[in-house]
Every structure is written in C-alpha cells, then in structure tokens.
C-alpha cells in the first residue's frame, strides 16, 4: 500500500503529524507559502520551523451555504498556535454555536481526505477540542 | 472646462437575481444602455470607459463595447474584489479631472450564480503555493466572503473585547431597510 500524502505540503505525517511554516529571521513573522519578502519587514531570508500542535480558537464561522461540492455544515476558524495563526476548520466537535466558542483550546488532529484512483490515501488536518 | 467638479449625469442598475438568460455582457449592457439614456448622451461623447468585473476573467470593456458602441475610446479592465465597482469609478473620475475626456462611463458586473467546487483529479499531485493535492475550500477553512468576514468580525470582538454581536445585528438590520428602499433588490 503506498505511502499516504499529506493534503497540504505544510502537513508533516509520521509519528508526530505537526505543521511547519516559513520563518522571517528577521522578525519571526510566519508564513505557510513562499515569500519572496517579508509582509511585516520585507527582509528575505526564512526558516523552517515546526508550529506547536496546540492553540486557541481566534475566531470561527460555521459555514452553512458553500459552494456545491463541499460538505456542509462546517466550522470554519483561525486558531492561535502559540502566537501563529493557522487557517482551518475545526472538527471532532458539534458544528454548532453551543459547541464552538472563542479563546476554545484546540490541538491538531488529522483527517482522511479520500483514495485516488492509484490507492493513494491523502490525509488533512483540523483542529479538535482539547479534553 | 475650468471647474473641478465632476457630474454624475446619469446612472442605473440592473435588478438583483440570477439571470440565467443573460450573461455579463448582457448585464453590463443593459446597465449602460439605461445610464446613457438617462444622461442624455450617447457612445459617441464617452471619452473613456472603465469596466470592473472580478470573476469573468477579463476584456469586459472591450467585450462590453462591441455590444453596444465602439468608438476607438481608452478602456480600462479594473478587478479589486469588493472595491471593483467603485475603483472603476475612481479610473474614470480622476481621467475626468486629468482632463483625458469630458465624459465617462464607468462599470461594473459581476454574475456569482452557479459556481461550484472544482472536483478532485483522479490521483494526488500536489498543486500551487500550498502544494494541495485539491481546492482548499470547506477543507482548510472557508474562501467565502460572509465566512472570511464573519471571522474577521469575530476576531475583533475577541481581541477588543466588548464587541456585541447586538451591534452586527443592528448593521445588517440597516443594510437590510435601506434594500427594501430599491426597488430592484431581490
Ligand atoms: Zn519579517
């Protein structure tokens, strides 16, 4: 069976699926896609760090109506991972506002995405409540 | 012409909905039609256009001219997401005071009915900045508008604190009131 591939190449699998970003070593501003410069200081030179697996819940919608083809409901978020903000949906958990509250203490969980033709399984990541 | 001002001669718009018997080049056609009537002139005093569209992947202008009159004028194709409208609005308000023409039209169409997710291929291969192997949406987060801007709201109140949603309410209640005043709202 092959080897599953993360969905996103900022998803490292393996024993201890984390999240790595590109650092500004010059202001330690953090990004999931190449940048030719710095948003924040325009300096160009990064690195690759590892994003701690636990955060909070920054902001949330549950998103109700989407596009055909994507499931819904769904908790779309921002979540605070010890001062790097990570898009992603929330999961393991009721998509409803009794569910889901800001400043919620979430940590990284991953999800399967589906098998392509060659019997390749992608898997996903999201954010889950921490119990 | 020594004043600064500029005139607003005429304007229109078309009814909000669907429209799945017009495309963009209908809608802005019928929009421009209706302005230029409603000031008065015709195609031919128009001495720049700027057409504003997002999603219809570009050339409206010169499409939009070919439907109803082209004359050899400036066009200028602007797209910036929620500000296209007014932005093409800006191109032509400051060409005016430039004094590039002494009359414009400015434009914009949009026609969101009936997208949908692009579907995944048939095997993995990682694609664009984020290396995905399929469309991100509904999978990391939401790409919607009312999504990215319900957390926005969200965040502010979080980070400020104090923020009630009572206050968000009260904004959409006016929105709201002030459509029921257009009689081509939907
Ligand atoms: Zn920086």
Known sequence: ?131 | MASDDVWILGISMTRFGKHPDSDLIDLAAEATMNSIADAGITMREIGILAAGNLRGGGGIGQALQKQVGQTGIPVYNVANACATGATAIRVVHMALRAGEADFGLAIGVEKLAGGERVGDSATWSPQGRFGAIGPLDGRIGTETMPGVFAQIGMEYGHRYGGTSFELFARISEKNHAHSTLNPLAS
Not at chain 1, 64 to 86: L, M, N, Q, R, Y
Request: proline share 8%; glycine share 8%.
């Open chain 1, 1 to 131: 069976m092959p080897q599953p591939v993360p969905f996103v190449d900022y998803l490292v699998l393996g024993e201890r699926p984390h999240l790595v970003a590109r650092e500004c070593t010059a202001c330690g501003a953090r990004f999931f896609d190449r940048r030719n410069a710095c948003a924040s200081c325009f300096g160009t030179s990064f690195t690759q760090v590892d994003v701690p697996t636990e955060g909070e819940v920054r902001a949330f919608t549950i998103v109700a109506h989407a596009a055909p083809g994507v499931p819904v409901p769904f908790v779309s978020a921002t979540v605070d991972c010890a001062g790097t903000s990570v898009r992603a949906n929330l999961i393991n958990v009721a998509p409803t506002p009794e569910a889901v509250r800001l400043g919620m203490k979430v940590r990284l969980a991953l999800t399967a995405v589906g098998v392509d033709q060659a019997g390749t399984e992608a898997i996903s990541f999201g954010f889950e409540p921490r119990r």
